[in-house]
């Protein structure tokens, strides 16, 4: 749906009220709403193999997690002073207290990991943009898993806006979480996109 498409009655984007209107798209459409660098980003809602993946992933990396963490869905970071600047990850792990806050926006030092799944549909500016603005955010590890190519990549060490190191990966090959997750995640059931 696009905003500018005359389709929207609701209020109109502009710099202040991006998160409002995010917010309000999500309640009228049911889709995924993300305030990415001051720009209005909605995807649909996962299918099933997207989701099937999410559920492969958060089973590993629950029993990888020391008793002061845990993996949550649904749960926003906010760029570091600006709260309108968003993002909602697959999956991210988090202090266990996160379960007992009224807040909805994680700070992203306090996330161990994301992960992000990549929808069928999405382009490869949108992936590149997301990973840029987890690196800006000084998320310390991100994962990208893309069912479409079977792959993964692990990004870790953020600094100066980019992440330092790069690992990439094919399904089948684990992927080797760094402290304070201990181990590996497997990926060779995980699956790919007709």
Excluded at 80 to 104: A, H, N, S
Excluded at 125 to 146: E, G
């Amino acid at each position: 749906m696009s905003v500018s498409s005359g389709t929207w009655n609701g209020p109109r984007p502009r710099p202040g009220n991006l998160r409002e209107v995010a917010e309000k798209i999500e309640e009228a459409t049911g889709l995924r709403v993300q305030v990415l660098g001051g720009k209005l980003v909605m995807s649909p809602t996962p299918r099933g193999k997207h989701a099937g993946v999410v559920w492969l992933l958060r089973r590993q990396i629950d029993g990888l997690l020391p008793e002061s963490l845990a993996a949550f869905e649904v749960s926003s970071i906010a760029m570091p002073g600006d709260p309108d600047d968003y993002v909602t990850p697959d999956l991210i792990v988090l202090p266990r207290e996160w379960m007992d806050d009224d807040e909805w926006l994680a700070d992203p030092r306090d996330t161990a990991l994301a992960v992000e799944v990549i929808s069928q549909s999405e382009k490869s500016r949108h992936i590149r943009d997301t990973a840029d603005w987890y690196a800006v955010a000084r998320v310390p590890v991100l994962l990208v898993i893309d069912p479409r190519t079977a792959t993964w990549t692990l990004h870790t060490r953020p600094d100066n806006g980019a992440y330092q190191d790069v690992l990439p990966g094919k399904f089948g090959e684990p992927v080797p979480l760094p402290e304070p997750l201990h181990g590996d995640v497997a990926t060779g059931d995980f699956p790919v996109y007709g």
